[in-house]
């Protein structure tokens, strides 16, 4: 059996927090595991931030749409949202190897969120952005062997 919300929030602060919230409600009424709940909170809170500072630049409102999909095995979470196109993944991931000071900015979020996720995913539909992440419940594969396989 399949559980699941969607909810439209404008991207500001105000948004951040209710699907925050919304999220928070959904994994305690389904038992989400701890450990899928932490990695699905880090990468909700740095997509909604990333959201909020740089996809609306330029707009005076937008607005962002947050499904959750619950099944036996996995978390599906889409966030979609308006504006030109932009593939968050087309960025290559950070130089972690490098000392902090002779890293460039950015991109660390992203990163993080690639590590935590068993697939990340972007599509335009409908022209709209639409960013895909999976994480498995149990058993879940490394993102590198989910990418190569």
Same mark, same amino acid.
């Given at each position: ?73 996995? +978390? ?23 000392? +902090? ?28 952005? +639409? ?19």
């Amino acid at each position: 059996m399949r559980h699941g919300f969607e909810l439209c929030v404008g991207v500001d602060p105000d948004g951040v927090g209710k699907a925050n919230a919304a999220f928070a409600g959904f994994a305690e009424a389904h038992a989400i595991p701890a450990g899928v709940r932490r990695s699905m909170n880090v990468a909700l809170d740095e997509l909604l931030a990333n959201e909020l500072s740089h996809g609306n630049a330029g707009r005076q409102a937008g607005s962002l749409t947050v499904g959750m999909e619950l099944d036996q095995e996995r +978390v599906v979470l889409t966030l979609t949202s308006e504006g030109p196109p932009f593939d968050p993944l087309r960025r290559a991931a950070p130089d972690t190897t490098l000392p +902090v000071d002779k890293r460039p900015v950015g991109g660390l979020g992203l990163h993080l969120v690639r590590e935590l996720m068993d697939e990340v995913r972007y599509e335009r539909r409908n022209g709209q952005n +639409v960013l895909v992440l999976v994480k498995l419940l149990a058993g879940g594969q490394q993102n590198d062997q989910v990418e190569a396989g």
